[in-house]
């Protein structure tokens, strides 16, 4: 087996690569890929983060693909691995030498934590292959954390259910406006915004449980945020946004969005939701999500399913996601290798 790094602008590397992200889609649970979205987002790195690809061949024909993302600002001790093989190749050790070669070339970077993830199922959820859980456990990983996936299905919604929700939390919001924007195909995003932005997705990653995962707070990003707003354009992926906006400061408190299928706009991602300490206790979390489900399902009335995730112990934003509708999926279990 050969592991060549990944040319996003060679066209056998993309077909190959594209091939490979295909036969990794998990129907009912990820959304298929796009050659529009791989081809804006294939070897692309974040802000503050180095992104390494490759792909792994065999007589020709690609067998997986793997990929390490090193941050540069905090958590430089770590490395974020991924390791893919195609179904119809697994279980013949293949995946073992990628992932061999992955650990090398982390502990060349001077890496000593090795962050990854597997999907897991739960009782009443969805059909998933625990391979990627047990390929983990072989390889020396531990469970670090474990992510619950959740669905929210808006045909099962109560009619008026929503509107309720939301009289009863706006009386402990006083003192707070709420505002939405777009972002992605024809339209930008708010520049007055990004600060405060930046802030509240590093409060995310300061307080947000991380149960035994080795990392540190990242440090507010403003550019990691205009490039979530240039790639959504670029993708065009739609992206809905909802903020507290706290009146005497005139600051965004708290904020959330969800992340619109491009090619299937019956479904949705729930990404960020993230309230200030300073403001919590005002319902802000709930409020937000509400105002986000109203502007999105109002830009996208066909809009049917939300996925979204949280740590399992974050028992407050489970309880916020569960009065809405949202039901267990499935589990993400965060596994970590140590040197």
Known sequence: MQITPFRADDPVDFED???????????????????????????????????????????????????????????????????GVVPWYRRAGRGRAMHDFLLD???????????????????????????????????????????????????TVEPGAHEELEAKAAAHADGYTFVTWLEGPGHELPEEYVDDLAHLEYRLTADMPTGDMDVEPEPPNPELIRQRARQAAATGTPLVHAAARHEESG???AWTFIS????DTTRAAQAITVVDPDHRGHRLGLLVKLANLRRGTAEHP??????????????????????????????????????
């Open 302 to 339: 066909g809009l049917r399913l939300i996925d979204t995730n949280n740590a399992e112990d974050n028992a407050p934003m489970i309880a916020v996601n569960r009065a809405l509708g949202y039901r267990p999926h499935s589990y993400e279990l965060n596994l970590q290798h140590k040197a």
């Open 260 to 263: 619109v299928s491009p090619i």
């Open 251 to 253: 600051r965004l408190v």
């Open 105 to 155: 070339f982390a502990a060349a970077e001077g890496r000593t934590t090795v962050l990854s993830s597997a999907r897991a199922p739960i009782e009443g959820g969805a059909e998933i292959d625990p391979a990627g859980v047990r390929f983990g456990e072989a390889m020396g990983y531990t469970v670090a954390q474990t992510t619950l996936l959740s669905r929210l299905d808006l045909d």
């Open 17 to 83: 690569y594209f091939s490979v992200r295909t036969a990794l889609h998990l129907p009912g649970i990820t959304v298929k890929p796009t050659r529009e979205r791989v081809r804006t987002t294939a070897g692309v790195s974040r802000p503050g983060v180095t992104r390494h690809e490759w792909l792994a061949r065999e007589d020709g024909k690609v067998v997986g693909h793997l990929s390490v993302d090193l941050p540069q600002e905090a958590n430089r001790h770590m490395a974020l691995g991924f390791v």
